[in-house]
């Protein structure tokens, strides 16, 4: 009996809340990481529900995406970056790299149906092990031009 309380004491000292939290909530990091903003403006519709899901350790829907854009010229990853809020830089994937086995080709065709353009795909570093992957392109109406097409989070360990 004696273990069995020495362990749930050893237990209750592990899960004591050591302040450690306020300082990554301050840092702007933690748990959830970075927070990058993804939408400013109306996402179109047919990005708003995406039944497809982002295989990794967390198995996240895909979201949409919309952001206002006043760049001139190709989408990059340091106008991405700035774009979302990222201060680190973003890599830039081809679709192909992004999804190899084609498990994401219906996901891809739907950005690629609201985009003018290629379809870009940027990787984005939130914390150590958490990652965002936006799939994204250039949308223009009335002479405004908004970033669209949906991002996941995954989990890489």
């Not at 106008?79 to 994401?104: C, I, M, N, R, W």
């Not at 353009?117 to 799939?135: C, L, N, P, Q, S």
């Not at 405004?144 to 989990?155: D, F, L, N, Q, T």
């Amino acid at each position: 009996m004696s273990s069995d309380s020495s362990y749930a004491n050893f237990l209750d000292q592990a899960n004591q809340d050591t302040g450690t939290d306020k300082a990554k909530a301050q840092s702007g990091k933690g748990k959830g990481g970075v927070k990058l903003k993804s939408v400013d403006t109306e996402v179109p519709a047919t990005l708003q529900k995406i039944d497809a899901v982002y295989v990794s350790e967390a198995d996240e829907e895909f979201e949409g995406v919309a952001l206002t854009w006043d760049g001139e010229g190709e989408l990059d990853g340091d106008s991405f970056a700035e774009l979302v809020g990222h201060t680190d830089s973003v890599e830039s994937l081809s679709t192909k790299d992004f999804d190899p086995k084609g498990q994401y080709k219906d996901v891809i065709s739907k950005v690629e149906k609201e985009v003018e353009g290629k379809v870009k795909v940027f990787r984005i570093e939130t914390d150590r092990a958490r990652v965002e992957y936006y799939i994204v392109g250039i949308q223009s109406a009335n002479g405004k031009k908004k970033v669209v097409g949906v991002k996941a989070r995954a989990v890489e360990s």
